[in-house]
């Protein structure tokens, strides 16, 4: 069974910087593994994904500022924020999504295609 527990949250002002990891445990060999977030009253949206095959792609809002790295050894994911806006203020989830069939190379898949989850964490960015 696959489970994904996050950590390191938190509040920071603008231009400030966080990083969040996302524990993994169980078999992912060839998922595909990524961050999404959401804000109240809003569709989850990617952030970062990686594909099975570690082909990283972030999305635009994001670019030059974060960065999705996976530490195979430590079964962890991460994404280092820096240059935080207020605008990144949002609930982060980490996620998993097994492949149809092998590897998965649908990263970018719609979040609700993704079978695991973790709790998620709250990043709140003052002006």
């Known amino acids: 069974q696959v489970q994904l527990v996050e950590s390191g949250g938190g509040s920071v002002q603008a231009g400030g910087s966080l990083r969040l990891s996302c524990a993994v445990t169980g078999d992912t060999y060839g998922y595909c593994m990524g961050w999404f977030r959401q804000t109240p009253g809003k569709e989850r949206e990617r952030v970062a994904t990686?594909?099975?095959?570690?082909?990283?792609r972030s999305a635009d809002s994001v670019k030059d500022r974060f960065t999705l790295s996976i530490d195979s050894a430590r079964n962890t994911l991460y994404l280092q924020m820096n240059n935080l806006k207020p605008e990144d203020t949002a609930m982060y989830y980490c996620?998993?999504?097994?492949?149809?069939?092998?590897?998965?190379?649908?990263?970018?898949?719609?979040?609700?295609?993704?079978?695991?989850w973790g709790q998620g964490f709250q990043v709140t960015v003052s002006s």
């Open positions: 990686a594909n099975g095959f570690g082909t990283i």
């Open positions: 996620a998993a999504l097994r492949g149809s069939v092998g590897i998965c190379v649908r990263d970018r898949a719609p979040p609700d295609e993704y079978n695991y």
